[in-house]
DNA sequence: CGGATATACTTGAGTTGTCAACAATATAGC
DNA sequence: GCTATATTGTTGACAACTCAAGTATATCCG
């Protein structure tokens, strides 16, 4: 007893539900149709809208919410099966792109097809238009930290 | 280009950030100051408010959604830290309960003094109680769809 | 110039979870 | 009662991360 129930856990707790139920759900989906994970789906997508279709690695980690060291894995994974290519930077040796493959956006597009579907069917099925951008714009409103390195208020 | 933004997908994605950041944010902050993962935590709290203070651990792998073999793990660590015990079903010999202890209440008491004041801090200092309860709603909406077995619809 | 510091990335070790296969028990139908 | 099937739970093998430490390069500043 006296176990909270306040309008803010309330919400934490609808927020993991809903991204355990939703996450599983299109992971699996986009695994056994297209044999990528949902991380790989963000990452080639990403790309694609990337200016040139390629971006740096740290860059890639901060879009998708990975660790530098993630990507570098995930990365490992998209470039075995020829979706990525590893580009040097002419003026910063430090840095490698990755660069979507035209095999890669051929991938991006074919999964894209049943992905997209899959979204829109199930939110479309329990949401008006309406709600779908007030739940958007209250999600938004969550603060992303990443490090707190160029969030400094001086 | 052509790459999608239909509110769907924007709903969609707003959601993995907003999980990806808040789940990373809390728990750093339940396993710097208590040692705790947020899925032991849900796995205390769980216990905290079943009857008797114990479930199966079937049941309790639905309720935190995660698989069986993920919670035989879970616990395993919970019980070597002496905050639940494993004890037998009379009337069933396959089940085992898992059993809260005292340590394991007074843990979770702990940890929630600081937790939920977390929970609440962030969330309200982006959110009205009004768009907190419409947040909790729209999110209570996504189905957990389970294993579609008694989800039968004859 | 040259050393201190910062940035980009990788790697080894560990964590948290999944899946598939299994053992043990329970239940149902004949 | 006894075999067929379902349910509960565990385990081995693996996937996808993270963190801390290390390498290589860039930049800043005295």
Redesign the interface.
């Known amino acids: 007893m006296s176990?909270?129930a306040?309008?803010?856990?309330?919400?934490?707790a609808?927020?993991?539900?809903?991204?355990?139920?939703?996450?599983?759900?299109?992971n699996a989906e986009l695994v056994a149709d297209h044999g990528l994970t949902l991380s790989d789906y963000?990452v080639l997508?990403r790309l694609?809208?990337a200016p040139d279709r390629r971006l740096r690695r740290v860059d890639l980690a901060q879009q998708v919410?990975l660790t530098p060291s993630g990507i570098t894995r995930l990365l490992a994974g998209l470039e075995h099966n020829g979706f990525v290519e590893r580009v040097a930077c002419q003026s910063d040796a430090r840095v490698s792109y990755a660069q979507l493959t035209p095999d890669g956006l051929g991938k991006l597009r074919a999964a894209?097809k049943t992905h997209?579907e899959g979204?829109?069917s199930?939110?479309?099925e329990?949401?008006t238009?309406g709600?779908?951008?007030?739940?958007?714009d209250?999600?938004?409103?969550?603060?992303?930290?990443d490090a707190g390195d160029d969030a400094c208020e001086a």
């Not at 709600?131 to 958007?136: D, I, M, Q, R, T």
Request: no cysteine; charged share 20%.
């Open positions: 176990t909270q306040t309008p803010e856990i309330q919400a934490f609808g927020l993991l539900r809903a991204h355990a139920a939703t996450t599983r759900r299109f963000e997508l694609a809208r919410l894209s997209v979204i829109r199930l939110f479309g329990h949401f238009v709600e779908l951008e007030s739940l958007s209250l999600l938004g409103r969550l603060p992303v930290d």
